[in-house]
């Protein structure tokens, strides 16, 4: 977390032992930044300003950055914590986006696809039932007022017994 915040002390790995270029440094400070907005670990009052600044779309990502980092963390005991679960969770996400596109991902589709295609069904069906008793019940009318629509639909209604015969 310090290393977030001291830019003079960003390291990259000790296999490189150099410092991180301008344009990476620039690029963790802002994720860091927003995983601490995002996980509740930073100074609420300089959160909610930048909100309103996203909102009011003047938005600078880097003066951004700089003061959520120089601010202390709302909770300092547990920031660490939350937010390497937070960008182990990230990553793992990300390691799997190219998975997700191309023929895996339209395999994958397929395969919830199967898995809802049953709850599809039934909802059309569903569908088709409500439609089919509003037909049915403006039929109904009709032949109420008197009008003959059809003679397979009055054989259907002569099978009901409380229904009073029509034109009367």
Do not use: N
């Not at 600044?53 to 202390?72: N, Q, R, T, Y």
């Not at 969770?89 to 191309?102: C, H, Q």
């Not at 696809?113 to 059309?124: E, F, P, S, Y």
């Amino acid at each position: 977390m310090l290393a977030m915040r001291q830019p003079e002390d960003a390291q990259i790995g000790a296999q490189s032992g150099g410092k991180l270029p301008d344009w990476e440094l620039k690029a963790w400070r802002r994720i860091a930044a927003g995983l601490m907005v995002e996980q509740s670990v930073s100074d609420k009052d300089t959160a909610k300003r930048w909100q309103a600044h996203v909102k009011a779309g003047d938005f600078d990502p880097d003066h951004c950055a700089d003061e959520i980092l120089s601010a202390p963390p709302a909770k300092p005991a547990d920031a660490e914590s939350k937010l390497l679960l937070r960008t182990a969770r990230l990553e793992r996400d990300l390691v799997m986006t190219p998975l997700l596109r191309g023929v895996s991902g339209a395999s994958r589709k397929a395969r919830g696809a199967a898995r809802t295609g049953v709850a599809a069904m039934l909802m059309q069906l569903m569908v088709l039932a409500i439609y089919s008793i509003l037909i049915f019940l403006f039929l109904l009318v009709l032949e109420y007022k008197g009008v003959r629509v059809d003679a397979f639909f009055q054989s259907l209604l002569d099978l009901i017994p409380a229904l009073p015969e029509a034109g009367s």
